[in-house]
């Protein structure tokens, strides 16, 4: 059974993007630790493999925006990466001048390892959206090394009809159907930054329960949330750090708001 939630239980799931990145430097462990303080529901982080094969959460292909280093993740080896800062780019974090929040969790690189291990050891449910990003790259690779990790944690299978602690989520179907072969019960998010011809009516790729919308292409196609529901899915929709566009999906009655700033949603739902 879950213990107690951060708030009130609500229809829509607050997801904090990259955690709690409008304050705290992004996939860093304090964004993370934030985030579950400001009561986020569920995380969202970019998973990239490093050259000798280990998952970390970045965004870009390189590290150039986010820390001090240069060049492509999947051409650095974890230890080049444990020697960048990715906290110092971003000024005025909340947790910059703290001197009780440990260096280590503002500054350095986060293992995928390290994020689901902070989920699990949580003190109320929080659940985790991991994307997978430029999957074609390593023939499957990142997806067989997710599906390692997430079960040594005992995350990969989860039992049929009970919620899952993790979802994978993509814009690569190819990504999205090699989870599926691997993790048949791990649920999936089909990412949309435009809406494919072939899925406008609503449906979905093979296996795939939830969708992915852009707040603009929520903006621009409101009715295509109903078709969503209509046909059957779920509908969580990025990014969404406007207080008009938060109205608006609480308006079409989305399932999930993925944004960069979680306390600042919750204050707008719940007062
Ligand atoms: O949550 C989905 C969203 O993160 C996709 O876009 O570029 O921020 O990874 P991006
Ligand atoms: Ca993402």
Known sequence: MWPVTAHPPAAVQVVAHRGSSEDVPEHTLAAYRKAIDDGADALECDVRLTADGHLVCVHDRRVNRTSNGRGLVSTLELADLATLDFGSWKPGGVYADDPEAP????????????????????????????????????????????????????????????????????????????????????????????????????????????????????????RFVARLHRAGHRVHVWTVDKPEDVDLCLKLGVDAIITNRPAGVLRQIFG
């Open 103 to 222: 260096e280590w969790d503002r500054k350095s690189v986060l293992t995928l390892d390290r994020l689901l291990q902070l989920v699990v050891d949580a003190d109320r449910p929080v659940q985790l959206a991991i994307e997978t990003k430029h999957p074609t790259r390593y023939a499957g690779l990142v997806e067989r090394r997710l599906v390692e990790l997430l079960d040594r944690f005992g995350l990969a299978h989860p039992v049929e009809g009970r919620p899952s602690q993790v979802r994978v989520m993509s814009f690569s179907q190819l990504s999205l159907r090699r989870m599926r072969q691997l993790a048949p019960r791990l649920p999936a998010v089909f990412l949309m930054e435009r809406v494919p011809l072939r899925f406008r009516d609503g449906t979905l790729p093979k296996g795939v329960r939830i969708a992915g919308p852009s707040i603009e292409i929520v903006r621009a196609h409101p």
